[in-house]
Every structure is written in C-alpha cells, then in structure tokens.
T-cell receptor
Framework: EAQVTQNPRYLITVTGKKLTVTCSQN?????MSWYRQDPGLGLRQIYY???????DKGDVPEGYKVSRKEKRNFPLILESPSPNQTSLYFC???????????FGPGTRLTVT | EDQVTQSPEALRLQEGESSSLNCSYT??????LFWYRQDPGKGPEFLFT???AGEEKEKERLKATLTKKESFLHITAPKPEDSATYLC????????????FGAGTQVVVTP
C-alpha cells in the first residue's frame, strides 16, 4: 500500500528560524505536491514536482522552497518563516494515470 | 480561472436522513473531478474520481455523480461515522497534477 509520511507532525518555531518539513513516499510515484490548509481558504497548492529535479510553483509559493533530488522525497523548506505561514501542511503524491492524489497525515506548523 | 464552489457549507443530519452535497465547477477541459473525506486534523482521504458527464461511482452509503457543470455526493441513510468534511477538487486538462479544491461541506450526523 502506497503511503506518505511527513515529519515533523507538529512544530512550533519562531520568526526567521529556517525549517524543513520532510515528505517521503514508499513507492516510486513521479508526481508529488505540497498544500497548505487554512480555515476559510481551503487547500491551496504551494509547489509540485513532476519528477526528480523538476519542480514548479503552485498558487501560493511565496516564502517556500522545495527540492526533488530523489523520487521518494520532496522536502518543503521555509528559509525565513513568518507568522502568516502558520498553517496545516499536506504532502501528496499522484497515482499514475488515474490523476488521483493521496495525502499524508499533515504537519501543523505554528510560527510565533 | 478554474473555480470550485461547494454547498452547503455545513449540513446537520439525523441518522438515516439522506441528503446531497453539491460541487459546482468551472474549468477549461476537465481531466477529473475528485471527492475526498477529511476528518479534523487529518489528511484528506480519497473517495472517488469522476471523469466525464453521466458517470457515477458508489461506495457504501456514498454515491457521486457528475454533469458538465456540477457534481453531487449523495449520502444515503447516513450514520454518525459519516460525520466529516467532504471536499471536492478538479484537475484541468491544461494543468497536469494541479488540484483546485472547493472549501468543503462539513457534515454532522447525529444519532
């Protein structure tokens, strides 16, 4: 069964302190994506990756970076977090030609 | 611009009281419409994919249907464990991999 793991699951940090949220899938799916979820705004895509070394911006990429050096891993990097990045973050992969996306358990980030 | 609108925002049902959730969409070239269930603090759980108008999918008490402008998620004889937020998303033909989500419908089923 294909699964996505995210770490950490909960994180409280301070403004400006660089952090990385890891995302790992246990299969070799090519497509992966990061979303943030905020009350009243729903799920919004931050970045996505079609394959190793191929990434592109989603709807809300400002303040975030990603990298895809290996197919299984797709970390989300916040170089200088700010309080408006306090949110619930989800990593997802897309399963082949069915276009279905499967989500990880989420990372709740609080930036003070 | 692709848009997805879900209604109602919230729905309170008695156990056994069937109802429908609506997802209206505008998208240039629908690649797929997806329904997810989300429990508080957890990741969305995939339910269905619909690809073309007239298509229907069923799973237990849930049935999803699709027309050219909207999709319905019918909940038949719901149970308290069906309480969750139901999310609708679309993927346009020109934006492979990008899901556009609606805001969701929060469903509460009381015994």
């Amino acid at each position: 069964e294909a699964q996505v793991t995210q770490n950490p699951r909960y994180l409280i940090t301070v403004t400006g302190k660089k952090l990385t949220v890891t995302c790992s899938q246990n299969m070799n799916h090519e497509y992966m994506s990061w979303y943030r979820q905020d009350p009243g705004l729903g799920l919004r895509q931050i970045y996505y990756s079609m394959n190793v070394e191929v990434t592109d911006k989603g709807d809300v990429p400002e303040g975030y970076k990603v990298s895809r050096k290996e197919k299984r891993n797709f970390p989300l990097i916040l170089e200088s977090p700010s309080p408006n990045q306090t949110s619930l973050y989800f990593c997802a992969f897309q399963s082949g030609g069915n276009y279905e996306q499967y989500f990880g358990p989420g990372t709740r980030l609080t930036v003070t | 611009e692709d848009q997805v609108t879900q209604s109602p925002e919230a729905l309170r049902l008695q156990e056994g009281e069937s109802s429908s959730l609506n997802c209206s969409y505008t998208v240039s070239g629908l690649r797929g419409l997806f329904w997810y269930r989300q429990d508080p603090g957890k990741g969305p759980e995939f339910l269905f994919t619909l690809y073309s108008a007239g298509e229907e999918k069923e799973k237990e008490r849930l049935k999803a249907t699709l027309t050219k402008k909207e999709s319905f998620l019918h909940i038949t004889a719901p149970k308290p464990e069906d309480s969750a937020t139901y999310l609708c998303a679309v993927q346009a033909g020109g934006s492979w991999g990008k899901l556009q989500f609606g805001a969701g419908t929060q469903v509460v089923v009381t015994p």
